[in-house]
């Protein structure tokens, strides 16, 4: 079965960076997309990136982290990423790696993992 573990999430300064870490298994990695959603306390769950599969790599943004995010992926190691740059209270969430399958007209979540805690002190 899919599985999917995030890591790299702490406390952390507004301002300052985290490097979240999604280390898959049990799957094709590399026939998959990868996307970040996350989930503040009594709120919904809010996307916030997504990378295709393929050479291209496409690469997708909600508004809210344009700038200051940057997902990536390295299929040797079967890991997403997300780089979190200039981070300000309102990031902190739990979030969450989810494997998706990207056919041409969009990705959609297949599986997800357990979440990461980022706490962003004001």
């Known amino acids: 079965e899919v599985q999917l573990v995030e890591s790299g999430g702490g406390l952390v300064q507004a301002g300052g960076s985290l490097r979240l870490s999604c280390a898959g298994s049990?799957?094709?990695?590399?026939?998959?997309?990868g996307s970040w959603v996350r989930q503040a306390p009594g709120k919904g769950p809010e996307w916030v990136s997504t990378?295709?599969?393929?050479?291209?790599?496409?690469?997708y943004y909600a508004d809210s982290v344009k700038g200051r995010f940057t997902i990536s992926r390295d299929n040797s190691q079967n890991t997403f990423y997300l780089q979190m740059n200039n981070l300000k209270p309102e990031d902190t969430a739990v979030y969450y790696c989810?494997?998706?399958?990207?056919?041409?007209?969009?990705?959609?979540?297949?599986?997800w993992g357990q979440g990461t805690q980022v706490t962003v002190s004001s």
């Open positions: 990378i295709k599969p393929g050479g291209g790599s496409s690469t």
């Open positions: 989810n494997a998706d399958r990207c056919p041409p007209a969009g990705c959609w979540s297949y599986a």
């Open positions: 049990r799957f094709t990695f590399s026939n998959y997309g």
